[in-house]
């Protein structure tokens, strides 16, 4: 199985700040990474599929990077709405794997 | 407004059985692969099982397989997982999510307990 892991596992930054998160596959997955929001209670969200495609409707303050083993998502300016927590998720090959998730609090 | 709605949790002993739905609307849903993920109290996400739209692709996490049994009835637009030989690791919110490898669409969940 592919093991994703991600960091931090948690983090705390301000309002405007920009927050970056980090995921790395075992082995390369090319670009067949999506990454997920979370809040409390909620259903999972999907922010971007493909690495960098960003998901219909998701601010344009989110971006993805990243190809290979190494990947990236970026909150250009964090706001309030922000506040929780983020997983990446392979899909290169089964069984499909999510990371442990990164929790962002607003300081 | 493309939509899926579980339902079919509980609590139930370990050994005992459960069987899943999943109602989905404002999409062709024939037309769609789509999954069981579950998250454990406190824990991140886990994959469970996959259909292809016309159910000649079935895959399952190797914690289920041999146990769970995911199927689908386009007819009635409609996702089931049934459960059967329950544990107790088993206890988890499951979601049912629309994607063939991402998932774009997720449902507000629906909880099991398992638990003597």
């Known amino acids: 199985d592919i093991q994703m892991t991600q960091s931090p596992s948690s983090l705390s930054a301000s309002v405007g700040d920009r927050v970056t998160i980090t995921c790395r596959a075992s082995?390369?997955?090319?670009?067949?990474l999506a990454w997920y929001q979370q809040k409390p209670e909620k259903a999972p969200k999907s922010l971007i599929y493909?690495?960098?495609s960003l998901q219909s409707g998701v601010p344009s303050r989110f971006s993805g990077s990243g190809s290979g083993t190494d990947f990236t998502l970026t909150i250009s300016s964090l706001q309030p709405e922000d506040s929780a927590t983020y997983y990446c998720?392979?899909?290169?090959?089964?069984?499909?794997?999510f990371g442990q998730g990164t929790k962002v609090e607003i300081k | 407004e493309v939509q899926v709605v579980e339902s079919g949790g509980g609590s139930v002993q370990p050994g005992e059985s459960l069987r899943l739905s999943c109602a989905a609307s404002?999409?062709?849903?024939?037309?769609?692969?789509m999954n069981w993920v579950r998250q454990a109290p406190g824990k991140g996400l886990e994959w469970v099982s996959f259909i292809s739209s016309s159910s000649r692709t079935i895959y399952y996490a190797d914690s289920v397989k041999g146990r769970f049994t995911i199927s689908r009835d386009n007819a009635k637009n409609s996702l089931y997982l049934q459960m059967n030989s329950l544990r107790d690791e088993d206890t988890a919110k499951y979601y049912c999510?629309?994607?063939?490898?991402?998932?774009?669409?997720w449902g507000q969940g629906t909880p099991v307990t398992v638990s003597s």
């Open positions: 998720q392979q899909y290169d090959s089964y069984p499909w794997t």
């Open positions: 493909a690495a960098s």
């Open positions: 082995q390369g997955i090319t670009i067949w």
């Open positions: 999510a629309r994607g063939q490898g991402w998932f774009d669409t």
């Open positions: 404002g999409f062709t849903f024939s037309r769609d692969s």
